[in-house]
């Protein structure tokens, strides 16, 4: 039988309290509880999964030599620049999230990323915030065809997992995080603990079958990634895109990554087709410097493997 209780989680690293205090003991940060109604269900079966082996069989123990990697781990993107931020490209069975503030280009950038890589594999877009026509008329704008996309309109986790068991696709698009929830948890989507468990089976998914899958988030007035910290120490790659609103300039940094360096910036031109390279960093900072004006200098400074004048 059902029942609805009250507890506290950590914001910043989900820890679980029966009450309120003041100072978080996970990771002793000030006022980061925030009160949540949960529904247990009582049940003598664990939900716990593991993601190294199908349902019905049980893990083994292997010899690490004897794991074979497979050829095609790194996928590319499409975009130089934001296969560099990724560490050479997306990693097949990875979970990757990308923020930043609404209307930055997140959605853009992630729809164009799925017309390079259908190329490569079926992608299934899920989008739990827009409709099929106004992901149809982004796709339109960005002149995105392929019969190897899909297009889902879902929130609840359950769902969306039987449709991928269904599809198969290679790569899965959650748009966005937020919106999610599973229908087991009373509360609302977003919350500490529906943000938690539908990361945790998204990652379970990615693992198991071995599906990229690319999470957008939204990003608070703060500039980080709305919803507990701890959805950020859950998945293996954190991007942000970043730009000031009267540029149409977007940096993408890798704030988070466990395939490669954190250090790495792409830089993009938000344009009418969407979101294109800019190769020559140091021609973007420097035709924006009046020309002859005294008292002005060209420094050159390092992000990454880029220099930038």
């Known amino acids: 039988m059902a029942g609805a209780n009250t507890v506290f989680f950590c914001k910043e690293c989900g820890y679980e309290s029966a009450k309120w205090l003041g100072r978080c003991p996970g990771c002793n940060n000030w006022n980061t509880f925030v009160e949540e109604k949960v529904v247990k269900k009582s049940s003598s079966k664990s939900s716990t999964r593991s993601f190294a082996t199908p349902f019905h069989e049980k893990a083994e123990v292997k010899k690490l030599n004897e794991i074979v990697i497979s050829k095609t781990v790194r996928i590319s993107s499409g975009f130089e620049e934001l296969d560099r931020v990724l560490g050479n490209g997306l990693v097949e ?37 827009e409709s099929e026509v106004q992901v149809k008329m982004r796709a339109d704008r960005l002149k995105v065809v392929s019969d190897e996309i899909l297009f889902l309109s879902e929130t609840n986790i359950s769902e969306i997992e039987s449709k991928i068991e269904m599809v198969e696709p290679k790569f899965c698009i959650i748009d966005s995080i937020q919106t999610m929830y599973d229908e087991e948890i009373s509360s609302v989507p977003g919350s500490v603990s529906q943000v938690k468990e539908v990361t945790a089976r998204m990652m ?52 988070k990554n466990r395939f490669g360096s954190t250090n790495e910036i792409g830089i993009f031109d938000m344009q009418d087709i969407g979101m294109v390279e800019v190769n020559n960093m140091s021609e973007v900072f420097l035709s924006d410097a009046p020309q002859n004006l005294p008292g002005t200098c060209i420094v050159a400074t390092v992000e990454g493997t880029s220099t930038i004048y």
């Open 93 to 129: 069975g990875s979970l990757n999230l990308i923020g930043g503030e609404p209307g930055i280009g997140k959605s853009t950038l992630i729809m164009q990323v799925c017309g390079n890589l259908a190329k490569t594999g079926k992608v299934l877009y899920v989008s739990g915030e």
């Open 204 to 255: 379970y998914l990615a693992k198991k079958k071995g599906i990229t899958v690319i999470v957008i988030g939204h990003v608070t007035k703060d500039g980080v990634i709305a919803g507990p910290r701890i959805l950020e120490h859950m998945v293996d790659t954190v991007l942000y895109i970043e730009g000031e609103r009267f540029f149409s300039h977007r940096i993408v940094r890798g704030v």
